[in-house]
């Protein structure tokens, strides 16, 4: 799986979009874009190519912010 296989909607908040898949290791990844958001830009998206850069999640650790799909991509392949 790479950035390229997330599948975005709209955020439930508003302002924003946001993709999950379970990773091969079970944990949940989660990453959003938008207003409010550790991403560029910080105002409301509507699209994945209008961000630049992301908020990630995986499992229960804490977000990371503005990152980029290839560091994204990596995330990723380090949890799988």
């Known amino acids: ?3 390229k296989n997330l599948q975005f909607t709209d955020h439930p908040i508003g302002g924003g ?3 999950q898949a379970t990773l ?3 944990k949940r990844l989660s990453v959003i874009a ?3 958001f550790y991403s560029t830009p910080n105002s409301p ?3 994945v190519k209008e961000a630049v850069s992301f908020e990630v999640m995986v499992g229960d650790s804490e977000p990371l912010g503005w990152k980029s799909r290839e560091e994204i991509t990596n995330i ?3 949890n799988s």
């Open 17 to 19: 979009i946001m993709a």
């Open 34 to 36: 938008g207003a409010g």
């Open 45 to 47: 998206i509507s699209d």
């Open 76 to 78: 990723i392949k380090e």
């Open 1 to 3: 799986m790479t950035f």
């Open 24 to 26: 091969n290791n079970g």
